[in-house]
């Protein structure tokens, strides 16, 4: 593999993870909103947790991506 292209690859893995990690943030956020638990419980703050990660995660890739590509 080139090495101008491992960069890409790791990055998209990553983007991968963190699409993930969103996903799964809102499902823990909408199986307790659907449930009638209150919003302080421990697995909504978990879920809002992974979605805040996750969304800093991508932003970060998708900036390393443009940067890497331009």
Same mark, same amino acid.
């Given at each position: 593999m080139s090495s101008? $292209?491992?960069p890409l690859i790791i990055s998209g893995?990553?983007?991968i993870i963190s699409v993930f990690l969103i996903m799964?943030?809102?499902s823990l956020?909408?199986?307790k909103s659907s449930s009638g638990l209150s919003a302080s419980s421990n697995?909504?703050?978990t879920g809002?947790? $992974?979605i805040i990660c996750g969304l800093? $995660? $991508?932003l970060t890739q998708l900036v390393?991506?443009?940067e890497t590509v331009a």
């Open positions: 101008e $292209l491992m893995v990553i983007i799964h943030g809102k956020r909408d199986r697995e909504t703050s809002t947790a $992974l800093l $995660l $991508l390393k991506v443009f």
